[in-house]
């Protein structure tokens, strides 16, 4: 090879390094931007809320159902907000009901809190393996796929052929009734919908609101780059009703939700689905 040429290939070799190297700063900068704009409920909760958030957690992990005392005192509102908040964050905590008791001191602050289960302690290990099971087949076919797109509208689809809407529905507040029995409500199309995405490492928001006059519960997700509302619950009412898949309600925007969507005060936080 003569000088030239090596020359011109040294040049070129430069020339494609550093274009390499500018594109994966560009990548790594906006996928810094990127996960820095992601919220999260927590994210929103005061220290001393995030204490009893976690604390709540220690206790529902450890199935502890007597009236514990809370580290932090907080008003009736915050406390509302830290609990409601720990319920939408972690749909994996199947067996834990979503009613509780709890009680004031004379100042009127939350003091202490006792939770409440949906499965006994004597049957949490075969729902375990039965919860896990159903759940893995749905990320494994899932997984296969080749964009998250196409895997979030495996889920979407998965869970309207497997399950039905019924108000009567046992455990209907947890994911557990859409993942493991033919019928569920809103609560749990949305819980089964977001752990399964986040699952699948697609961010998945449990949302709520109201919807048709009634309250209602739905989901964002975050697929390629934007945000988009989902709710499963009246994809699967209309597809039910004309035999075949309806995505009258999959990956839409703010604008066209509000024609029959609201968020609660709860959800307002949440990120804009243009």
């Known amino acids: 090879m003569n000088t030239k040429k090596s020359k011109l290939l040294i040049i070129a070799m430069l020339y494609s390094i550093i274009t390499l190297y500018i594109l994966l700063s560009y990548n ?77 001191n004379a100042s009127n602050a939350v003091v202490k809190l006792q939770l409440n289960y949906l499965i006994s302690p004597d049957d949490i290990k075969s729902c375990d393996a039965l919860f896990e099971s159903k759940l893995n087949a749905i990320i494994t ?27 009567n529905a046992p455990m209907n507040q947890s994911a557990f009734s859409a993942l493991t029995s033919p019928t569920t409500v809103c609560a749990g199309y949305a819980r089964a919908f977001q752990i399964a995405c986040n699952r699948l490492s697609i961010p998945c928001y449990y949302v709520t609101g109201t919807s048709k006059g009634i309250n209602h519960a739905w989901n964002i997700v975050y697929i390629d780059g934007k945000y988009y509302n989902v709710d499963i619950t009246w994809d699967d009412v209309i597809s039910e009703s004309q035999n075949k898949p309806a995505y009258d309600y999959f990956n839409k925007s703010d604008a066209e939700f509000a024609l029959d969507h609201t968020r609660s005060s709860h959800s307002m936080f949440l990120p804009t689905c243009d």
């Open 141 to 167: 076919q899932a997984a296969a796929l080749d964009t998250p797109i196409e895997q979030e509208r495996f889920i979407h689809d998965y869970i309207c052929s497997n399950t039905s809407y019924d108000e």
């Open 28 to 104: 790594i900068v906006f996928a810094k931007e990127a996960v820095a704009t992601f919220v999260t409920y927590t994210g929103q909760l005061s220290p001393a809320q995030l204490a009893v958030y976690d604390q709540i957690y220690a206790h529902a992990n450890a199935y502890d159902d007597s009236m514990f005392t809370l580290e932090q005192h907080l008003t009736e509102d915050d406390f509302d907000l830290a609990i409601n908040y720990f319920f939408y964050e972690n749909p994996e905590l199947y067996w834990l009901d979503t009613s509780y008791k709890y009680a004031l």
